[in-house]
């Protein structure tokens, strides 16, 4: 599978930005998906999960009220709302794919987009 982020870009402290990931080469309706993220001189942590059938979530706990994650199987499609956005969400946000269809475990996420950068002014 290729994943392709985008809608990143810049945006004040508050402001909000939807993230798209589109797949292709393969569906994704049956397998789980994530937002991962990456800051300068930072490893790169999950952000949010969703099951195949978008009924169970996952969020990292510096997100959880902020940060919405969605898919489309029709459009082969994952999509992460971000709002109240605050400097420290910075960094560049991947797409990933996981063999199965929940996201547990969750070190078993991979086939990484190239990334897509989120920069947050204060």
């Known amino acids: 599978v290729q994943l392709v982020e985008s809608g990143g870009g810049l945006v004040q402290a508050g402001g909000s930005l939807r993230l798209t990931c589109a797949a292709s080469?393969?569906?994704?309706?049956?397998?789980?998906m994530a937002w991962f993220r990456q800051a300068p001189e930072k490893e790169r942590e999950i952000v949010a999960a969703?099951?195949?059938?978008?009924?169970?979530?996952y969020y990292q706990d510096s997100v959880k009220g902020r940060f919405t994650i969605s898919r489309d199987h029709g459009k082969n499609t994952v999509y992460l709302q971000m709002d109240s956005l605050k400097p420290e969400d910075t960094a560049v946000y991947y797409c990933?794919?996981?063999?199965?269809?929940?996201?547990?475990?969750?070190?078993?996420?991979?086939?990484w987009g190239p990334g897509t950068q989120v920069t947050v002014s204060s």
């Open positions: 969703i099951s195949w059938s978008g009924t169970g979530k």
């Open positions: 990933a794919y996981h063999e199965l269809g929940t996201y547990y475990p969750l070190e078993d996420f991979g086939s």
């Open positions: 080469g393969r569906p994704i309706s049956s397998h789980a």
